[in-house]
C-alpha cells in the first residue's frame, strides 16, 4: 500500500500518468513521457522501433530520435553519432530531468550542444512561448544542429551560438575529435602540440541580457565548467531559482575543491544523478574528488529555497 502511494504522488508531481498514450496522432513518441522514470523501459523500447537512419554522403547521416526528430550527425563518429542511429536516444536518467525541468513558457541553455539532441527535446517542451539556447564551438557540429533545427521546426524557438563558453572574451585552441565528437574540447597549454582549430569564446554574462529569466541550464563542456561558471555569474546570480545540470570531473580542474566550494557559496546544494536509477544523492565536495569514483558526474544544482521546483 505505502509503495502504491508513493508512486501515485511521484506521477502527480511529474504530471505524467503511466497509461500517457506512446505515440500520438501522427506517430511520434509523447516526450512527456519521459517526466516518468517508471516508463522507461517501455519509452526506450518504442524509440528504438521507430528509429530510422539514412546515409546521406560527405560522412553525414539523418536519423530520427526520440521517436520525432530528424537529426543530422557524422558518420565517422563511433560513440554518441552511432548510438543515436541505433537507438534513437542518448542517456536516458539525464533525458529524464531535462524532460521534467523543460516545461511551456521557460527559457533553456544547453551548452555543449553537440548534435542537438537535448536542445530539441527541450524546445519541444517549452513550446511556442519557450526559448532555448544552443552553445556548440565545433564548427562542423554546428553546421549539422543548424540542419536538424531547421527540418525539426524549431527555428523561431532556437537560438544558436557558435564559441565556446569561457571566463572571458577571446580565442582558445579546440581540438574537434573527429571519431568522437562529444569529447571534443578546449586544450590546456601543455596540450598544444595536438591537431586544434581556434575557436572563439565568450562568456555568458556578455551573451544573456540582463534582465532575462534563464530557469535551467545544461553544461556539458569536457572540463571547462569552472571557466563557464567564472563568466557566468551575472547570469547565476539574476536568476534566484535557476537550475543547473552540469557534468563534472574532478581530474579537469587545476583546483577542483575551490570550485566546488564556490559552487555551494552561490547557494546551490550539490546532487549527483546516479546511475543507472537516475536517483538523486546529496555529495559534499570532498564525495566528489573521491578517487574511487573514476570518470564523469553529472550534477543537479539546485538553491536551497527552491529545491521543490521538479521532482
Request: with cysteine.
Amino acid at each position: 500500500m505505502i509503495n502504491r502511494l508513493r508512486q501515485l504522488l511521484k506521477r502527480l508531481r511529474t504530471g505524467e500518468q503511466a497509461d500517457t498514450p506512446t505515440i500520438d496522432a501522427i506517430g511520434h513518441f509523447v516526450l512527456q513521457r519521459w517526466r516518468n522514470s517508471e516508463l522507461r523501459a517501455e519509452n526506450i523500447k518504442a524509440i528504438r522501433s521507430l528509429c530510422r537512419a539514412v546515409y546521406l554522403g560527405n560522412s553525414t547521416a539523418c536519423c530520427r530520435v526520440l521517436g520525432r526528430f530528424p537529426m543530422f550527425v557524422d558518420t565517422d563518429d563511433i560513440h554518441l553519432g552511432v548510438r543515436l542511429q541505433m537507438d534513437g536516444f542518448w542517456e536516458a536518467p539525464i533525458t529524464e530531468w531535462v524532460s521534467r525541468a523543460a516545461r511551456p513558457g521557460k527559457t533553456m541553455l544547453d551548452v555543449g550542444a553537440n548534435y542537438g539532441y537535448f536542445t530539441l527535446l527541450m524546445a519541444h517542451l517549452v513550446g511556442p512561448d519557450g526559448k532555448v539556447w544552443a552553445f556548440e564551438p565545433n564548427p562542423r557540429i554546428m553546421d549539422l544542429l543548424r540542419e536538424s533545427i531547421h527540418h525539426s521546426g524549431y527555428a523561431s524557438r532556437i537560438k544558436t551560438k557558435c564559441v565556446a563558453l569561457d571566463a572571458k572574451r577571446g580565442q582558445l585552441p579546440f581540438r574537434q575529435h573527429s571519431t568522437s565528437p562529444m569529447n571534443a574540447h578546449l586544450l590546456s597549454a601543455d596540450e598544444l602540440e595536438q591537431e586544434h582549430i581556434l575557436v572563439k569564446t565568450r562568456t555568458l554574462d556578455e551573451i544573456i541580457p540582463e534582465g532575462t529569466q534563464i530557469d535551467f541550464i545544461k553544461v556539458d563542456i569536457e572540463g571547462a565548467e569552472r571557466n563557464f561558471w567564472i563568466g557566468a555569474q551575472r547570469v547565476i546570480a539574476d536568476n534566484p531559482a535557476i537550475e543547473i545540470l552540469m557534468e563534472v570531473n574532478y581530474r579537469r580542474y587545476d583546483q577542483p575543491e575551490i570550485f566546488f566550494t564556490e559552487i555551494i557559496e552561490n547557494g546551490f546544494v550539490l546532487r549527483e544523478i546516479t546511475a543507472p536509477s537516475g536517483q538523486l544523492q546529496k555529495v559534499t565536495p570532498q564525495q566528489l574528488l573521491d578517487p574511487a569514483k573514476k570518470g564523469h558526474r553529472m550534477l543537479l544544482l539546485r538553491r536551497d529555497a527552491t529545491q521543490q521546483l521538479s521532482p
